[in-house]
């Protein structure tokens, strides 16, 4: 798990590098600034979202872009529109949503445009109450901080 962190800190640094046009060494203690405010704070709104029913404001914190992936029990899957329509389909009904509740583990800033969260995830619903772990890599795009990739599991 720590390998496979380590490699997506470390494409979010080139990648950041390059879109930012900052050099390696501007990214040593980097101030976390506003960041993990910003990105708690659009957890919750994700939250309070899925628990009102609706999914599509759910997702407007995903990245709406092909290179969107989302990963989970059965796999991986491509692009904005494609985890949408996950999403409509296995949680079709409010009795099949339930209850959503969030909590955030571990918070990293791995530059000035790109974080990582591992929280819990917890569904509280009448016929059972799955719940399990995410890791979800944020990157700010036109000043707004949004999802590039959730493994959930």
Known sequence: MKTYLTLIAAI???TSCKDDKHNIGEFENIPESNSKEEITQALRKQQDAWNQGQIREFMKYYLNSEDLTFTG??????????VL????KRYDTPEK????????LEFEQLSITSAYVIGEWAL?????????????????VNGE?????????
């Not at 029990?73 to 494609?82: A, C, D, L, Y």
């Not at 329509?85 to 409509?88: C, T, V, W």
């Not at 509280?124 to 990157?139: C, H, I, M, Q």
């Open 12 to 14: 979010l640094m080139m």
């Open 73 to 82: 029990s059965k796999g991986v899957t491509k692009g904005h529109e494609q």
């Open 85 to 88: 329509n996950r999403y409509l």
């Open 97 to 104: 949503m339930g209850t959503l509740k969030f909590n955030i």
């Open 124 to 140: 509280e619903r009448s016929a059972d109450n799955p719940s399990g772990y995410f890791t979800l890599v944020w990157k700010k």
């Open 145 to 153: 901080w949004k999802i590039i990739h959730d493994h959930t599991s």
